[in-house]
């Protein structure tokens, strides 16, 4: 995996997108990051470790390039825009959704006779 700075991040995820825009998948996840490369054991706990600074780790794919970035809590949001302003400019390639299956199952909906209460001599 290539650890690049957002910048370079978000150039590779255009070309990424570009890429797979015809057929294929990108997937980007995002999580908190603390610093750490190395794990802990799960008995003895580090209990003094706390982060400087909150970060997050955006890591991206198409299954067989993987690139990343680390970016710290002040510049999450300038990269967020960024992100959006990219789908913005590259998700154009979805399926639109079929009307008609929709307007059937609410026609099926209203032409259906409402339910009928059972009384006790109806058993």
């Known amino acids: ?10 150039t590779e995820l255009t070309r990424l997108s570009q890429k797979c825009r015809l057929s ?8 908190k990051y603390d610093g750490r ?14 982060p400087l600074d909150n970060k997050c780790l955006f890591r991206a794919t198409d299954g067989k390039k993987k690139i990343s970035t680390v970016v710290s809590s ?4 300038e990269l967020q825009m960024a992100y959006s302003n990219l789908l913005r400019a590259h998700v154009d390639g979805l399926k639109k959704r079929d009307g008609k299956s929709k307007s059937r199952k609410s026609k099926a909906a209203q032409g259906r006779a409402p339910d009928t209460l059972l009384s006790p001599t109806n058993h």
């Open 74 to 77: 002040k510049e999450v949001k």
């Open 1 to 10: 995996m290539v650890l690049l700075e957002s910048e370079q991040f978000l």
């Open 37 to 50: 490369t190395k794990s802990f054991p799960r008995k003895g706990s580090v209990e003094g470790f706390e």
């Open 24 to 31: 294929g998948s990108v997937f980007i996840t995002p999580k």
